[in-house]
């Protein structure tokens, strides 16, 4: 009777031990294949961006640019707008105007060692450009 006993608990252990990597087969399965499609999906994502990126980020600059000029119409000597107009000016591609308007930050702030290196560079990048 005992041998009987054990054989039911040995294979009654074993169809457990079989389902346990059945399922652990199909969850490990299941990890992988959304994993997958998680990464495909978002590098499809990715490639569809930049087309659109380029344009909000443009927009949103002249944006911020239009804004910054309202500021400094009201306030001309205001440090943050000045020098959020020139680094959006820099981005937009109008060196001339950042180069402006870092003059006038050098001359409101000489002691400012980082608008008078930054003012250097945007020259010699610009002097660059012309050549």
């Known amino acids: 009777m005992s041998s009987s006993g054990d054989d039911y608990i ?3 252990q074993k169809k457990i031990e079989r389902k346990k ?4 087969i199909v969850g490990l ?9 998680g ?18 980020i443009e927009s949103t600059l ?5 804004g910054y000029e309202l500021v400094l119409q009201r306030e001309p000597n205001n440090q943050v707008a000045l020098e959020k107009l020139a ?11 950042a180069i402006a308007l870092m003059e006038k930050l050098v001359q409101l702030h000489p002691e400012r060692q980082d608008y008078q290196t930054v003012l250097e ?9 012309e050549k």
């Open 62 to 66: 002249q944006q911020q640019a239009r």
């Open 39 to 56: 990464v495909i999906t978002g590098v499809q994502q990715k490639s569809q961006q930049p087309q659109t990126s380029n344009v909000s």
């Open 121 to 129: 560079q945007v020259k010699k990048q610009q002097g660059k450009s």
């Open 21 to 24: 990597r059945i399922l652990t």
């Open 29 to 37: 399965a299941s990890f992988v294949g959304s994993t997958v499609f």
């Open 10 to 12: 040995i294979s009654r």
């Open 87 to 97: 680094i959006a000016k820099l981005h937009l591609k109008d060196p001339k105007g």
